[in-house]
């Protein structure tokens, strides 16, 4: 980690010049551009008191946020196959976030697993072919293009009685898969 390089980071998200900061830290100038350019090395004491004007603390300053990664491809879904019925996660460790898609792939003549009442909210997108949706007595067809969109206060769940494969985009909040 670039101590310097990390200081000019915090020092512009605080919007303070080197001149505001040296000041409140009582240093010169160019003692704090040196730093910045890691030219100079402060003493644990001095960055101690950089740091805390830039309002946070040594541990905090020296955390290494983990680069989260927003792109995903093949290579990173998790796929399970059962009979007749393929869950594709298509962002890993998607239990982690707020909402989980998966990609589900029934094959005729079978279905999703039942999904419990929960207070989260899921949105569908049939992909290819087409899906009846059991929404407690409830049935309702969704073709290719269509979507769903429901509250999660009913069991649910979706079964193919169609002739071919059918594919679902399938997002649920909080993740349930």
């Known amino acids: 980690m670039e101590i310097g390089q990390r200081i ?35 003493s644990i004491q001095t960055l101690s008191d950089i ?19 927003l792109v ?4 990173d879904f998790f796929v399970d196959e059962k009979e007749g019925v393929t869950t594709t996660w298509v962002i890993p460790n998607a239990q982690k976030n707020e909402m989980e898609p998966i990609i589900l792939t029934l094959a005729p003549n079978h279905t999703s ?40 206060e009913n069991h649910h769940y979706l079964k193919n009685e169609g002739s071919y494969d059918a594919c679902i985009l399938w997002i649920c909040t909080p993740p349930i898969f």
Do not use: W
């Not at 409140?24 to 003692?31: D, I, S």
């Not at 290819?128 to 429901?150: C, H, P, S, W």
């Open 72 to 75: 995903f491809q093949q290579d």
């Open 113 to 152: 697993q039942e999904i419990q009442p929960h207070e989260g909210e899921e949105f569908g997108y049939v992909i290819a072919g087409r899906v009846t949706l059991v929404n407690d007595d409830k049935e309702m067809v969704i073709k290719k293009g269509q979507t769903f969109y429901l509250k999660g």
């Open 51 to 69: 740091v805390e004007v830039l309002g946070t603390d040594l541990s905090k300053f020296f955390q290494v946020d983990a680069v989260e990664k």
């Open 8 to 42: 000019k980071q915090l020092r512009v998200k605080n919007n303070l010049t080197q001149e505001e900061l040296a000041s409140r830290c009582e240093l010169t100038k160019g003692f704090l551009s040196q730093i910045e350019n890691d030219l100079a090395s402060p």
